[in-house]
């Protein structure tokens, strides 16, 4: 019997090794391509084709700004980010809160309009806005790719404030009224605040899904000026220099901060809100 | 019916007219954008693959079902065929190393388990195009894993990762893996332990309980992750691009070049139908299993 016992409890034992081995092995290929980037920023080489010794030639490159082209696509990327960040939460807010709470005709198929962007395969649904476009005479450019990004931001953001709003926002929304707030002011300052974090989130998701975006970007740039995945994706087969890895080891830093800082934020109030 | 009551549906009709305001200032503009810039763009594209191909390119309007006949040529017959298997491939590769690792996930105390899974987004927020960069720099000629092998004398000369299927596969299951694994975790945590509890009590062994009791509950979970990652796997053309460098050709790629270098609209629409089609066998498929409104989506 205890000899049973302590064979049952080694194989436990054994079975949590190779669990936590696994998982480890798992976050180990999924960090493994940041930490390539992040070396690599330090290649003392004038292309990334080998390794050829320590060197931070591209970081005082990067700051002394003299390669302007790189800080271009970046800055014209954070402005599309910005901007669809800012339409599609906007849009979000108000599609999340009136798909919820009025009936209407046609809004089951709005609903499912909703579920394509997020479901079909963004090639179709960039070539259909670039045959659209091209047709009808729009101008690519940057009015273009804002259009291809909030169309699949929008859906993402309505989907997660969605899931934010509850039962509870009705009565909450009623008893401001009952107070003698107008519309305006309710929805200012007593649905909004209650469905903040979900509008955070949805924010945070379009900012980081526009940023990133290859497809969108690609098809609807009609050559003008190309965001920084586009850039990379084009100048891949010639060999990307280091201070791409520079440029993206630091963005990558700044992440991870602004997203400790808000979470260290958001920390501190929710202790405040519990101590009063 | 009473003077009252009609007073009172003459009031409910006044107050439905007020509602309106907000209703079309809330709900208006997701609808307008959905229909301007969704539904619109995919009723066009079905319209043009029946379109014939202009001889400079561009479209001439006049009904053809030319981009059809010539999926059906061998040359995008069969990378339509490579296309899926490939997608099937990485589909089968996710679920099979994702479903462990979200049970793990699941199955540790929530705030470990968040942390967890804070830490598999975080890569993720790195450029999707650099990530791809950095396995082609891994896998590359004179790369680490080339090095490694010569010095330790298992080869002789660099192996040739580069532009070839598998390294393809690589990048497409590593960048669609948290796809899998999210909504897998989340259907597993919903997983009420004291069903599993009961299924061993009744006398059901863990792989019975497994079966019985584990796979069935976390079917949606499951059936979400197929659809977030084949469909995506089906139509890239970024991977392919960069780790195939042209040399590997998926459907996406196919469909992109219609709209670059080769000018030929209509095929290309009729290439993205043949996708819709697929997604939306897929999606009815789904539909069996669970509602669309519960696919587990970020």
């Not at chain 1, 003299?66 to 800055?75: A, E, F, H, K, P």
């Not at chain 2, 439905?16 to 809330?26: D, W």
């Not at chain 2, 893996?177 to 863990?206: C, H, R, T, W």
Request: hydrophobic residues 50%.
């Amino acid at each position: 019997m205890e000899q049973m016992k302590t064979k049952r409890q080694g194989k436990h034992r054994l079975g949590h090794f190779f669990a936590t081995l696994y998982i480890f092995i798992m976050y180990a290929v999924f960090y493994l391509p940041v930490v390539v980037m992040v070396v690599y920023s330090f290649n003392d080489a004038r292309k990334n084709y080998s390794w050829m010794g320590f060197t931070t030639r591209w970081y005082t490159k990067l700051f002394s700004f003299s390669n302007s082209s790189l800080w271009d696509t970046l800055i014209y990327s954070l402005i599309i980010a910005v901007l669809a960040t800012v339409i599609s939460t906007f849009i979000g807010v108000l599609g999340a809160i009136g798909l919820k709470k009025f009936e209407f005709r046609g809004k089951k198929f709005i609903n499912m309009m909703l579920y394509v962007p997020i479901i079909v395969p963004e090639i179709v649904l960039a070539v259909a806005t670039l045959i659209l476009f091209v047709t009808f005479g729009i101008k690519m450019g940057l009015g273009s790719i804002l259009i291809g990004h909030c169309t699949f931001c929008i859906p993402y953001a309505v989907v997660t404030i969605k899931g934010r709003i509850s039962g509870d926002n009705d009565t909450l929304e009623e008893a401001s009224m009952d107070l003698g707030a107008n519309r305006i002011q309710t929805f200012t300052k007593v649905t909004i605040p209650t469905i903040m974090p979900g509008v955070m989130s949805a924010a945070f998701l379009s900012f980081t899904l526009s940023i990133d975006d290859v497809v969108m970007s690609n098809m609807l740039a009609g050559g003008s000026q190309s965001t920084l995945p586009v850039m990379i994706l084009s100048l891949n087969r010639t060999g990307l220099t280091g201070d791409v890895n520079a440029l993206t080891t630091v963005m990558i830093c700044v992440m991870v901060i602004s997203m400790l800082i808000y979470s260290a934020i958001r920390k501190r109030i929710a202790k405040k809100e519990a101590q009063a | 019916m009473t003077e009252g009551h009609i007073e009172e549906q003459r009031k409910e009709k006044a107050r439905r007219k007020k509602s309106r305001l907000p209703m079309l200032a809330q709900a208006g503009p997701v609808s307008i954008w959905m229909i301007l810039f969704v539904t619109i763009p995919l009723l066009f594209i079905i319209y043009i693959s029946f379109m014939t191909r202009g001889p400079f390119g561009g479209v001439v309007y006049k009904f053809s079902l030319e981009s059809y006949k010539t999926l059906l040529d061998p040359i995008y017959f069969t990378v339509i065929l490579k296309s899926l298997r490939v997608a099937l491939f990485t589909t089968l590769l996710c679920l099979l190393l994702g479903y462990p690792f979200a049970y793990y996930i699941a199955k540790q105390p929530a705030e470990r388990a968040s942390k967890l899974i804070m830490l598999l987004m975080i890569p993720f927020w790195t450029n999707s195009m650099i990530r791809l960069n950095s396995w082609m720099l891994f896998f590359q000629t004179a790369g680490p894993v080339n090095n490694v092998l010569l010095k330790l004398g298992l080869i002789q000369k660099p192996i040739m990762f580069l532009y070839t299927d598998p390294l393809v596969m690589l990048g497409l299951v590593t960048g669609m893996l948290p796809f899998a694994v999210l909504p897998m975790y989340s259907s597993i945590e919903k997983l009420q332990k004291n069903l599993l509890e009961a299924s061993a009590d009744l006398g059901a062994g863990p792989s019975l309980t497994f079966r019985k009791v584990t796979l069935p509950l976390t079917m949606p979970g499951i059936v979400s992750a197929i659809i977030l990652v084949f469909i995506p796997s089906l139509g890239t053309y970024t991977v392919t691009d960069m780790l195939g460098g042209g040399k590997v050709l998926y459907i996406g790629n196919i469909i992109k070049n219609q709209f670059g270098s080769i000018r030929n609209w209509p095929l290309g629409a009729a290439l993205s139908v043949l996708l819709l089609a697929i997604t939306a066998l897929l999606i009815f498929l789904y539909t069996r299993f669970a509602h669309v409104d519960e696919l587990e989506v970020v």
